[in-house]
């Protein structure tokens, strides 16, 4: 899921909590899209904003993607507070271009609702650095039953985007962990939970409100040990719903292969609720992060993970259909989010790798080195990963495939031990004269996934000149007899070139044209000299057959063949 930030008039220079900004040297933008670590969009061009029958609208825009931001009016509501008016963000493709729509309530898009004609305001945080409640802070270092030391101090507050379910329902929320400190700040936009009681170390919001305020450190304690080692930690808090308590039980198991230090990733689609008993709920979190390692943030007992296996001698498919080459074509590497279209599975992001025609042997730049696609079957064409560990390997039942009709090639393989599934991979690669040789770039933000039976197919798209007939075919350079014409040419030009430039140097007095060329007696003198060698040719051959008879010179010929003048000795 997408952690969005609205701006509405204002542009946005914070990102959400724990999320890395978007990059303020293009200028902060009015809305901004992140992922679970980093910007993913970043709208800094206002193209429109036009009233409406209900309010104003707003719109956006990011290279090929769009936002519309409908503001609608709500005489009810209070001051300049703003309100979704819907849980769920539209979203449409029309091409290539990517168009989002949101819609809000607030008395602001009504006539005369807060209007004091005056410009908006600086931006301020919405809780003034003067009045922070001081950061409360509980036990963060644990140890582990051989000794390990397991710290989780450097863990950042981190805003995450989760639906819980709760008696078959499910229900999205915004949540804010601060690990071992309290939260002081709340989400961009978002109201604090608490300024006259301080924060907790959990916190729910929805709708832009804080729901749920975890104040009380309970216990944490350390499971298992090494690369099986794991940390809980038990929150509570009174509650704002029908329960009188609120409770939380937060996992965070080992993850040796990751190499964020500062981070925790969920584990999961949802978040878990039930009734610990008849006056408290129990809310249930799964993560993983390095940082339940003992020694992977500091202590004692480091873990290594143990040594990857070889890179494989392999041989790559032949990736010629027709006259459509793909095999210039270079392993890719992207993050994409995979949306299910006939499921109501959460779409999450994963790290894949292409190789086109070729298996991969090499592990993707983002675990440095340290997650490998492992199979009796050997590496795979396709590989699919996440949280720095391969989740399927596409290494079977490989086909390359033209589709002349839509343009484009086709590359199919498929991933066989899988624990539910068969899934297979479909690699659609366009024909695009507008991409550079060697080159493929993506045509889609996402992967889309179809569940068949007990198999999963996955669709990644992309655009390449190489998918076009003789677009990427070897040898459609200079050829054989290009090179015979144009390089004999090219020696020529740079030969004129030079001399003329010599020339100049060492006769300043020369002018005219003969007078610059390098050479220009002997090449006056060149037919003569040939006639004259073509003679002795015929009188060598003649006198040895026989008979005929005898040449006379019609002219005297000296040594230098007409080069008897001073000047014409020197050849430049």
């Known amino acids: 899921m997408y ?37 993913y969009a970043n709208f800094k061009t206002p193209t429109d904003i036009k009233p409406t029958d209900v309010g104003l609208q707003l719109s956006f ?3 090929s993607k769009g936002f519309v931001l409908r503001l609608n009016c709500d005489p009810t509501m209070t001051g300049n507070k703003v309100t979704q008016d819907s849980e769920k ?3 449409r493709v029309v091409g290539s271009k990517h168009q989002y729509e949101l819609s809000f309530r607030t008395k602001c898009a009504c006539p005369n609702g807060c209007g004091s004609g005056r410009p908006p305001r600086e931006i301020t945080d919405l809780v003034s650095p003067g009045v922070l409640p001081p950061v409360k802070t509980h036990p963060c270092i644990v140890k582990t ?63 832009r409100e804080c729901k749920q305020d975890l104040r009380k450190f309970v216990s944490i ?25 609120i409770e939380s039980l937060i996992r965070i198991k080992c993850d040796i292969l990751s190499n964020h230090l500062d981070y925790a990733h969920h584990v999961g689609n949802t978040i878990n609720v039930t009734e610990k008993d008849k006056d408290t709920l129990l809310y249930q979190f799964d993560f993983r992060s390095a940082c339940a390692c003992p020694g992977k943030c500091g202590g004692v007992t480091p873990i290594t993970p143990s040594p990857s296996q070889k890179p494989q001698k392999v041989t790559a498919k032949p990736c010629k259909v027709g006259s459509r080459d793909l095999s210039s074509l270079k392993p890719l590497e992207f993050v994409a989010l995979q949306r299910y279209l006939n499921d109501s599975r959460a779409d999450l992001s994963y790290l894949w790798v292409i190789g086109w025609c070729a298996p991969i042997t090499v592990p993707p730049s983002e675990s440095k080195g340290k997650a490998v696609c492992t199979s009796v079957d050997g590496p795979g064409y396709v590989q699919q990963f996440r949280d720095g560990k391969c989740h399927a ?19 199919r393989s498929t991933y066989t031990r899988g624990k539910h599934h068969i899934k297979n991979s479909y690699v659609y690669v366009q024909c695009d004269m507008t991409v ?69 140097m060492t006769k300043p007095d020369a002018s005219s044209l003969s007078e610059l060329l390098p050479h220009t007696s002997f090449w006056k003198a060149l037919p003569t000299i040939i006639i004259f060698g073509c003679g002795r040719i015929v009188d060598t051959i003649g006198g040895r057959i026989g008979g005929g008879y005898s040449r006379v010179a019609a002219v005297e010929m000296d040594d230098d063949l007409e080069l008897d003048d001073e000047n014409d000795n020197q050849y430049l």
């Open 221 to 245: 304690n350390a499971k298992g040990d090494r690369e099986d080692a794991s940390v809980e930690i038990t929150l509570r808090g009174d509650s704002k719903g029908h329960h009188k308590y």
């Open 61 to 63: 825009q990011d290279g």
């Open 3 to 39: 952690v969005w930030t609205i701006g509405f008039c204002q542009t946005v220079f914070d990102g959400p909590t724990g999320i890395s900004p978007c990059s303020q040297q293009s200028g902060a933008g009015y809305i901004q899209q992140s992922d679970e670590l980093n910007c």
């Open 436 to 504: 550079p040789k060697g080159v493929a770039i993506s045509a889609s933000e996402n992967v889309t996934v179809v569940l068949r039976d007990k198999q999963l197919d996955y669709y990644l798209y992309f655009r390449s000149r190489c998918a076009c007939k003789g677009g990427c075919v070897a040898g459609s350079g200079c050829g054989i007899v290009c090179k015979l014409v144009v390089f004999p040419l090219i020696i020529i030009v740079a030969y004129l070139s030079l001399g003329v430039i010599y020339n100049k």
């Open 145 to 207: 039953a051989s000794g390990g030391s397991i710290d989780l101090s450097t863990l950042k507050p981190k805003q995450y985007s989760l639906p819980q379910l709760y008696k078959g329902q499910l229900t999205d929320y915004e949540w804010v962990v601060g690990w071992c400190n309290s939260i002081v700040v709340p989400p961009t936009g978002y109201s604090p939970c608490s300024e006259q009681q301080g924060w907790g170390f959990l916190q729910q919001f929805r709708m």
């Open 89 to 91: 963000m539209l979203h």
């Open 393 to 411: 390997d596409f290494n079977t039942k490989f086909s390359v495939d033209e589709d002349a009709k839509n343009d484009r090639v086709i590359i």
